[in-house]
């Protein structure tokens, strides 16, 4: 579901784009990023994409930040929290936001393949869970999605696209 972002969306998104970017000049790593920020607009976890170099499936940008905020806040439950990441969740990180009970997801690029928030799967809202996460897409999706799409490009050989 794409709709028009507000202010606070694009400044958070922007957040995890800068996150994304540590990951792929840090580590290498698929330039995904994450932040978790709590009912009052406080940062409560970050992370960005982290598998590769801890040789971790799970350490997908969004468990991570997810991870951080549950030690910060002395609890599983991430009520009325807000994650924005720069890529569609998968279905393991969707999972993972509705057993935390997040109140939403924000996220920039769809992902055509595996992305479970509602380009291939809908786990987010799926009316079977006992919670379902709002979702918003496509904000600041360009940005995001040209970072990826250069990373993969440049593991392959490829010259960037402009």
Request: charged fraction near 25%; glycine fraction near 8%.
């Amino acid at each position: 579901m794409i709709e028009p972002a507000d202010d606070t969306d694009t400044r958070w998104m922007g957040h995890a784009l800068a996150l994304a970017e540590r990951a792929e000049r840090e580590d290498d790593e698929i330039p995904v990023g994450a932040v978790l920020v709590d009912a009052t607009g406080n940062v409560v976890g970050e992370g960005w994409n982290r598998n590769i170099a801890e040789h971790d499936p799970t350490a997908h940008a969004e468990i991570v930040a997810m991870r951080r905020a549950g030690r910060a806040l002395g609890n599983h439950r991430l009520l009325g929290c807000t994650l924005y990441v720069t890529l569609e969740p998968c279905a393991m990180c969707a999972m993972a936001m509705v057993h935390a009970r997040l109140a939403r997801v924000v996220f920039a690029a769809s992902d055509p393949k595996t992305g479970a928030a509602g380009s291939v799967f809908d786990l987010l809202a799926d009316p079977r869970h006992n919670h379902r996460v709002e979702t918003r897409g496509g904000v600041l999706a360009e940005e995001a999605s040209s970072r990826l799409t250069n990373w993969f490009r440049r593991r392959r050989g490829q010259p960037p696209l402009a």
